[in-house]
């Protein structure tokens, strides 16, 4: 819709039904990048597709991994996208070409690994029973820091029982979800202890350290000023908590307290949150349910549940808010799916033409006394002459969505797919013959580089089957 003919200041915050369906294969996860133009999904088997969500197509496709993706991070600029998957392995791309410019493998897999918000060159990972990493990718080769999970505990004069207790405790510690702070300073982790640590990435420890809850901490979000944290645990409750300035001088770590704001909770129904985010302003919060197929948003100031999205009869994962609009996205679980839930935008016909008054009912029409009376040609001509002489400007960018800040690189844009056939996203059900259809299977239709590592597979193994059989005649 033309951006004029919209009253997008005049709508609600939240969502409230299904505007598009979108699919390209069976989607695991879902990010937005900074500016809110681009939406990139990482599927089940190990590809990225990245969408333009002005025409729900699919902008480019990046095939690097073998096994399901499970995050996604996007850098400041959007320039480079980072994936990581469950066979171990974090890939950063570069969105001009769509090529892969490094490559990091682990020894686990990946829970999520999230891009430093000024520098795409580092990021910090969360892997599977194995502790987090922070990763330089400046250098030729990569950097790999191993960072702490142990909490920072305060009682150095305990006794030995207790020490040895507490060792055997942080043992058994382990990173399931990281972040940054706002400015990069920081990272904030969250353990399957329910702890949260603070650890500075330039010393690699942990320099404040606080319980939370009592459960495997799964999600941390901030809201884009950093002032506030979302986190989910198995615990059934989700919490936000009031994040202070990081960044200060006068930080003293011994007095550092990150209160308690807001508990969210399912209590009639005790349901469990696969994901959860904050909106464009951080006012609401949205989650997604366990074993349920319907979406929660509250309002964060008062704590309030105001709308449950009922969509399709699927249960959602992962659901990610538009950076800067009224928009959620979600992927199904079963059919995998992408549903974008948005709010339908009223007409605004008087943007283009000032004069132009909508009416509920017809009204009679009283007419202007001198609105039809015929002017002289040279009146007219002159001016007809006048409006041609005005200086109209057409390179100045429309600044009217107010997303261009100042970001770095921010005149970065995907180069125009040509390829049209790839633009398409897949469909669900493929036709077998005249009225017969069937289901598409995972493997199916995918090429690029594991394609055509499984035909030479498959033409090294040709010749030994056709010998054996030889052998056996």
């Known amino acids: 819709m033309n951006l004029l003919l919209s009253d997008d200041y005049l709508l609600q915050d939240y969502p409230e039904n299904i505007t598009n369906t979108i699919r390209s294969g069976h989607t695991t996860c879902l990010r937005f990048n900074r500016r809110g133009d681009y939406l990139a999904s990482g599927r089940v088997d190990g590809t990225v597709v990245v969408w333009d969500l002005d025409t729900m197509g699919v902008a480019q496709k990046l095939r690097g991994h073998r096994s399901a993706i499970t995050s996604l991070s996007w850098s400041r600029c959007g320039r480079y996208l980072l994936s990581a998957c469950q066979g171990w392995r974090a890939v950063l791309w570069d969105l001009q070409d769509g090529t892969r410019c490094r490559e990091v493998r682990f020894r686990a897999p990946i829970y999520t690994a999230e891009m430093h918000p000024w520098n795409h060159n580092l990021f910090v990972a969360s892997v599977f029973d194995e502790p987090p990493s922070l990763v330089d990718m400046s250098d030729a080769n990569d950097v790999k820091h191993t960072l702490p999970s142990a909490p920072k505990r305060t009682n150095i004069d305990a006794d030995a029982a207790t020490k040895e207790k507490q060792a055997k405790e942080d043992a058994k510690q382990m990173t399931t979800a990281t972040v940054w702070s706002a400015t990069g300073d920081h990272i904030l982790a969250g353990t399957n202890k329910g702890r949260l640590n603070l650890i500075d990435p330039k010393t690699h420890d942990i320099i404040w350290s606080e319980k939370i809850c009592s459960s495997v901490v799964t999600t941390l979000r901030l809201t884009g000023s950093g002032r506030e944290l979302l986190v989910n645990s198995q615990d059934r409750i989700i919490r936000t908590f009031h994040v202070p300035n990081l960044s200060a001088d006068n930080l003293d770590l011994d007095t550092l307290q990150m209160p308690l704001e807001h508990k969210f909770q399912d209590v009639v129904n005790r349901l469990s949150w696969n994901h959860v985010t904050f909106s464009a ?38 659901i990610e808010w538009h950076p800067h609009r009224a928009m959620l996205a979600a992927c199904g679980l079963e059919t995998g799916r992408i549903y974008i839930w948005s709010v339908t935008s009223p007409q605004r016909w008087s943007a283009l033409a000032p004069d132009f008054a909508e009416v509920e009912e017809n009204v009679e029409y009283i007419e202007r006394e001198d609105e039809f009376d015929i002017h002289p040609q040279e009146e007219i001509n002159k001016r007809r002459l006048d409006a041609e002489d005005e200086d109209i400007e057409v390179l100045a960018i429309d600044s009217r969505k107010g997303y261009d800040e100042d970001i770095g690189d921010a005149d970065f844009r995907m180069p125009v797919l040509f390829d049209l056939g790839a633009s398409d996203s897949e469909e669900e059900f493929v036709a077998v013959s005249t009225g017969t259809v069937r289901r598409r299977s995972l493997g199916e239709g995918q090429d690029g580089e594991d394609a055509e590592e499984d035909k030479t597979m498959v033409a090294k193994k040709a010749p030994a089957s056709k010998g054996a059989r030889a052998r056996r005649r």
Do not use: C, D, F
């Not at 302003?281 to 100031?301: D, F, K, Q």
């Not at 549940?305 to 994962?317: A, I």
């Open 281 to 318: 302003t951080g006012e609401y919060v949205a989650a997604s349910t366990y074993n349920n197929h319907e979406l929660y948003i509250w309002e964060r100031n008062h704590g309030s549940l105001v709308r449950m999205l009922e969509g399709p009869k699927e249960e959602q994962g992962v």
